[in-house]
């Protein structure tokens, strides 16, 4: 089943994108795929995260914040100085894996379901950022991403395309041939047959949750280098796309099934909707509610398909 909804992800990407063809001369040229791959791998690398809790029955609701706490850590520790990149780059990576800890040891360790735990996670780093930025006016705020950055999108075929493919395929290695990953997938049908059969629940869930927090972050430098700084409410859109592309992308919200090459092409699919809408002068509300509808459709198609098999 896994397979087929990946085929079916995959099938609505070239459809979408034949649509806009056809109607829009130059919806599918090099350059137009180009600007809509590299804004479908932000969405990309926040997926990948997201997939990853989902997978196990979770959900991460702090991605927003962590993405920005991230992106003003970045531009604010490196000061736009190429020397001081790695540390900076390293400090934000930190604050997303510190989080997705937190948020691994509340939903594991003390029980706290994953809705609450990240959603109050979110508001402490909301919180913390607005604090320590002062709501953005600090001296160190107005700083711009090192320039290194800024070069990942320059040139007809990106670094940051390259990045992505790079998550795609350590996401690909990690859950299909290493044991980690079979116990990912244990945990998502069933924690206590899981448990029973000697995996680490516990520990399973820690590490997935860690591991969103660092694609968020890792999300938050990359949309800082594109932009160039940080601004506040950066990652607010990011949380209801990266629930889609992986509704989308066909990974059962129940967990235990899918893959990211279907989150990938749920990406693209949202990206490509997004930028079709936008040539037909949809206005912002017309496109939320397509997106929602889209979102419920694919839902009801999966629920009748299981029920089916």
């Not at 992800?9 to 791959?37: D, E, K």
């Not at 604010?76 to 190429?82: E, F, I, K, M, V």
């Not at 206005?283 to 089916?308: C, D, N, Q, S, W």
Request: glycine share 16%; proline share 4%.
């Amino acid at each position: 089943m896994s397979t087929r909804r990946v085929l079916y992800a995959l099938a609505g990407t070239v459809a979408v994108l034949l649509i806009g063809a056809i109607l829009h001369p130059g919806f599918a040229s090099w350059s137009s795929l180009r600007v809509m791959l590299v804004v479908a791998s932000f969405t990309g690398f926040v997926a990948a995260g997201q997939m990853l809790v989902v997978l196990v029955g979770g959900i991460d609701l702090s991605i927003p914040w962590v993405l920005n706490g991230a992106a003003i850590v970045l531009t604010t520790s490196s000061l736009g100085q190429t020397s001081r990149a790695p540390l900076a780059i390293v400090l934000a990576l930190g604050v997303g894996a510190l989080v997705g800890l937190g948020n691994g040891m509340g939903v594991a360790w003390l029980g706290v379901p994953a809705v609450v735990m990240t959603l109050g996670m979110n508001g402490v780093m909301q919180g913390l950022t607005l604090g320590l930025s002062k709501g953005l006016t600090c001296a160190s705020c107005g700083s711009y991403a090192p320039a290194p950055l800024r070069g990942l999108f320059d040139g007809a075929l990106p670094a940051q395309l390259f990045l992505w493919a790079g998550v795609g395929l350590f996401m690909t290695v990690l859950l299909t041939l290493t044991t980690f990953g079979r116990r990912v997938y244990a945990v998502g049908v069933n924690p206590r047959a899981a448990f029973l059969s000697g995996v680490g629940v516990r520990g399973v869930t820690v590490a997935l949750y860690t591991l969103s927090g660092v694609f968020a972050a890792l999300a938050g430098i990359a949309l800082v280098a594109y932009g160039g700084q940080p601004s506040l409410g950066l990652g607010d859109p990011y949380l209801f796309e990266s629930i889609a592309a992986v509704v989308v992308g066909g990974v059962s919200i129940l967990g235990g099934r899918g893959h990211y090459l279907g989150v990938i092409a749920g990406s693209l699919t949202l990206v490509a909707v997004t930028t079709f809408l936008q040539a037909q002068r949809v206005p912002e509300y017309g496109r939320l509610m397509i997106y929602g509808l889209v979102i419920l459709t694919i839902l009801f198609a999966y629920g009748r398909e299981k029920a089916h098999d």
